[in-house]
């Protein structure tokens, strides 16, 4: 007998559906910088990472994974390499090589970015999630498999939202295009201002865009206690030692406050980063060290004491920046400081009434803010009583990213 020509290659497509209805679900996510090998220790234990006040967005993967029963795989760039497996999770720190510059640097993302994609086909993902931290996205359009669904997570905006788009940002914005308006399956967005830069580079015409914002547990900042009553005003700032964060303007409104005798206000400063001893030389040259005090790393219990003595945070981060949301931004209006920051912080949107609002990368205006917070009971109350009403939006799990991510894997057809 032949055989019917049309009933072999049923036969073959009820093969392949099936195979594909048998398969696990596997999400591959890559990760950035952070160390998410021992995130994930932690995560096995039932623990938070204590290295960091948010949780995790690893752990929110490693989360969603658990709820679908799917196959996680995750990767980071994270300089100390290390890994570990499990039945159903791989996860692996893998450095990027030491960035070189101008085109050097442009092939280095390119080609870790292939790297992902290559080692998203050897475990055959159906999902690739990929954090901007990770590298250029439009190798994705480049180098993925048709079949396999992308998502990319913006944690930053795309360019300094104060200024123009540079002719390199130019270029990439073109390159990336098609992934953000055609080929990506969703976008899983931070804020405001990067759905905003998204609808400039697609004309409107984006793939879903899932919004969310840090997720944070109640439990660990109803320990902190209210601002001290007594003198002095402490000022604290969280963050990297770097120019583009604004800590020369730090010391700008230090001078400020030597020079109007204003001694009863102190600026507190946790953290590392490339300036650290530059600044740390010029207070001691300029004799501004009682005045700003630097504290390097601070481990979460010693962080959570500065927050404790501290009346309010400052966030002067500079227009040459592309700042995310600012985690630091949610994590004082949880512990109940008003903030002093700019539009240049994507945050600010979402916490305005707890905030004194400053134009950007102008010391001065810091200042006057500083002196008028410090000086106003009236508005540091109105600003404090903000605070309680805008931190319940940090501990909805429903706006995290991993609630966003599960939404879109929910929302698409498997097998």
């Known amino acids: 007998?032949?055989?019917?020509?049309?009933?072999?290659?049923?036969?073959?497509?009820?093969m392949v559906t099936r195979t594909d209805r048998n398969k696990q679900l596997c999400l591959f996510y890559a990760a950035g910088p952070g160390d998410i090998v021992s995130t994930f220790s932690f995560w096995q234990k039932g623990?938070?990472?204590?290295?960091?006040?948010?949780?995790?967005?690893?752990?929110?993967?490693?989360?969603?994974?658990?709820?679908?029963?799917?196959?996680?795989?995750?990767?980071?760039?994270?300089?100390?390499?290390?890994?570990?497996?499990?039945?159903q999770f791989t996860v692996e720190n893998n450095p990027k090589s030491p960035p070189g510059k101008g085109i050097a640097f442009h092939l280095q993302q390119i080609g870790y970015v292939r790297e992902i994609i290559a080692r998203a086909k050897a475990v055959?993902?159906?999902?690739?999630?990929?954090?901007?931290?990770?590298?250029?996205?439009?190798?994705?359009?480049w180098f993925a498999p048709g079949s396999m669904k992308l998502?990319?997570?913006?944690?930053?905006?795309?360019?300094?939202?104060?200024?123009?788009?540079?002719?390199?940002?130019?270029?990439?914005?073109?390159?990336?295009?098609?992934?953000?308006?055609?080929?990506?399956?969703?976008?899983?967005?931070?804020?405001?201002d990067v759905r905003r830069q998204l609808h400039e580079i697609t004309g409107g015409k984006t793939v879903p865009v899932h919004p969310f914002i840090p997720h944070y547990r109640k439990e660990l900042f109803e320990q902190i206690p209210p601002p001290p009553a007594s003198q002095p005003f402490n000022l604290l700032y969280a963050g990297r030692m770097e120019t583009a964060k604004g800590i020369y303007d730090l010391l700008d409104i230090a001078r400020m406050l030597r020079q109007t005798g204003n001694g009863g206000?102190?600026?507190?400063?946790?953290?590392?980063?490339?300036?650290?001893?530059?600044?740390?030389?010029?207070?001691?040259?300029?004799?501004?060290?009682?005045?700003?005090?630097?504290?390097?790393?601070?481990?979460?219990?010693?962080?959570?004491?500065?927050?404790?003595?501290?009346?309010?945070?400052?966030v002067p981060t500079r227009t040459s920046f592309e700042e995310g949301f600012n985690k630091v931004v949610a994590e004082a209006i949880l512990a109940g400081r008003p903030v002093i920051t700019s539009s240049v912080c994507p945050a600010l949107e979402y916490v305005k009434e707890a905030v004194i609002e400053v134009p950007p990368d102008n010391a001065a205006a810091y200042f006057e803010a500083v002196i008028q917070l410090a000086a106003s009971p009236q508005l540091y109350h109105?600003?404090?009583?903000?605070?309680?009403?805008?931190?319940?939006?940090?501990?909805?799990?429903?706006?995290?990213?991993?609630?966003?991510l599960l939404n879109i894997v929910k929302s698409q057809p498997h097998g």
């Open 382 to 404: 109105q600003k404090q009583e903000a605070c309680k009403i805008l931190r319940k939006q940090f501990y909805d799990p429903g706006r995290s990213w991993g609630a966003a």
């Open 47 to 87: 623990e938070d990472d204590p290295h960091q006040v948010a949780v995790t967005y690893s752990s929110l993967f490693f989360d969603t994974c658990r709820t679908l029963g799917a196959k996680g795989v995750a990767i980071s760039c994270c300089p100390r390499k290390d890994s570990i497996a499990t039945e």
């Open 265 to 314: 206000i102190v600026l507190h400063l946790c953290g590392t980063g490339p300036e650290e001893e530059n600044l740390r030389n010029a207070l001691q040259e300029q004799g501004l060290s009682q005045i700003m005090q630097l504290h390097g790393y601070c481990a979460r219990p010693a962080m959570l004491r500065h927050i404790a003595e501290s009346h309010a945070f400052i």
């Open 151 to 192: 998502i990319p997570s913006l944690h930053c905006t795309l360019w300094p939202e104060s200024r123009k788009s540079s002719p390199v940002q130019k270029l990439l914005s073109m390159l990336n295009r098609n992934l953000f308006s055609k080929r990506a399956t969703a976008i899983l967005c931070i804020s405001q």
């Open 124 to 141: 055959d993902a159906d999902y690739l999630i990929m954090a901007d931290a990770t590298g250029h996205f439009f190798p994705l359009l």
């Open 1 to 14: 007998m032949i055989p019917n020509t049309n009933d072999t290659k049923k036969r073959q497509r009820n």
